[in-house]
């Protein structure tokens, strides 16, 4: 027996499955060892350093080669996965980077750490894309940007964790045990994720030679679908030829496309400023090593509540009114931290006050991003949005490291770190002009 359906009326007209739900579960995991991962050298620097009698901002291109290795990840092998599929991509780059944490801790220099935390990052960046295409692709429409908003949460706890682990192992059992506990919970949940984890269905249909597979996805999400042997699908959907990034240019999303980047260059600069480099400046503020290191794991809780109140904002109001208030919350806390004197009240409040803007803001940008384009090209979209926030990303700590290096005064680096949240501010306030300009819909442009 075989049935047509309209992919669209399942996914985006019914209500969400237990199935779906385990899914974004399951994203969740994924960009939870993520995080632990991308954030753990950043709890680790200030023991390593001493460890190894290194100048202050000495790992400056350590922090740098692990985000080029993400930026790389991001441009070159997540966009595989509009060929191969998300799932396959999620499940190599996973193991990848797992394996890669483990052996971290066999560095002993400088150079053989640069090179070990490159090739996780490539790792990193291959998962971290396809984990929220994958979500955004089994989310309806109307609740996309908050979805996929409140599963990239994983990654903040990840790092949030992280900073916990580090806590109560550093002064016990070194640096090298952080990346212990990281590679092997990665390598403990990848058979989960091999087991459970599914192909995306919008993939399966675009592609249209998986029929039977796409009616076992179709009966676990709504039970009307359980006597259908073969499913064809419509969708309103085409697949793309040749190289998928000139789409990311057409129909009218080129500009969408360069302001959005300019977003997650600015967004993930300030982000991984602050996460590299919080518990070093803070510490030099005169705040204990353990208390510097809970207040950026803070950064990262409050960067969840962001996305918790964010994200439903978003899909309620529009990202247009929503982030630009966010980012210049984010701007304000910057300064904060700054001004702080040294008080350990004050940094905690003001440390989770910047990662409820930047944190959380860059939660919904991933939702935006992922909502931005189509099937064929989601990945490829993500990507390299990713990609080029991963350069911004590795502008922010470089920076932060040569002005540590040259005695900047903490203070003036915190103003300085304000300027890119007031600039992510302007392109979403400018993304928003030039739709309200264009006449152009959410429909359209999404």
């Known amino acids: 027996m075989e049935s047509t359906v309209k992919l669209s009326d399942v996914l985006d007209g019914g209500k969400l499955s237990r199935f779906q739900y385990g899914i974004f579960a399951l994203c969740a995991l994924a960009v939870f060892v993520e995080g632990f991962d991308t954030q753990a050298i950043g709890y680790v620097a200030p023991v390593l350093s001493k460890a190894w009698a290194l100048r202050p901002g000495a790992l400056g291109p350590v922090f740098a080669a692990g985000l080029f290795g993400l930026l790389c990840g991001s441009l070159l092998i997540a966009p595989l996965a509009d060929r191969f599929g998300r799932r396959t991509i999620i499940l190599w780059s996973t193991f990848s980077f797992g394996v890669l944490t483990l052996v971290t801790p066999l560095a002993d220099s400088l150079s053989s750490l640069l090179v070990i935390r490159f090739l996780t990052g490539l790792g990193l960046g291959g998962a971290m894309a396809n984990a929220i295409a994958l979500c955004a692709e089994y989310a309806p429409e109307r609740r996309r940007i908050s979805i996929v908003g409140i599963m990239f949460c994983g990654f903040a706890l990840g790092s949030a964790f992280g900073g916990l682990i580090a806590a109560s192992l550093l002064s016990s059992h070194g640096w090298q045990a952080v990346f212990f506990a990281g590679g092997v919970l990665t390598l403990v949940l990848l058979p989960l994720f091999w087991a459970f984890l599914p192909e ?46 000139r789409y990311l240019f057409r129909d009218g999303r080129g500009a969408v496309t360069m302001l959005l980047w300019v977003i997650f260059f600015m967004g993930l600069l300030d982000l991984y400023w602050l996460a590299f480099w919080l518990p070093t400046t803070i510490n030099a503020m005169g705040i204990a090593v353990d208390l510097a290191v809970i207040a950026t794991a803070l950064m990262q809780i409050g960067g969840i509540a962001g996305a918790l109140i964010l994200g439903p904002a978003v899909d309620r109001f529009g990202p247009f009114v929503v982030l630009p208030l966010a980012y210049l919350l984010a701007a304000a806390c910057i300064v904060g931290i700054g001004y702080g004197g040294g008080s350990v009240l004050v940094t905690m409040v003001t440390v989770f006050g910047a ?83 264009a006449r152009l819909g959410h429909d359209r442009l999404w």
Request: proline letters at 2%; a positive charge; one cysteine or more.
């Open 200 to 245: 995306s269905v919008r993939f399966l249909a675009l592609r249209g030679t998986d029929e039977r597979q796409v009616a076992r996805i179709l009966a676990r999400i709504d039970h009307r679908f359980d006597e259908v042997v073969a499913v064809h699908l419509l969708t309103e959907e085409t697949r793309t030829l040749g190289i998928t990034v």
């Open 355 to 437: 990662g409820f803007g930047i944190v959380g803001s860059q939660n919904c940008n991933n939702g935006f991003a992922a909502k931005s384009y189509p099937t064929a090209i989601r990945s490829t979209g993500v990507g390299w949005a990713n990609a080029i926030g991963r350069s911004g990303s590795i502008v922010g700590p470089t920076i932060g490291g040569i002005l540590l290096t040259h005695g900047m005064e903490i203070r003036n680096i915190f103003i300085a770190s304000a300027a890119p949240a007031l600039c992510a501010c302007t392109a979403y306030l400018t993304m928003g002009w030039w739709v309200r300009r």
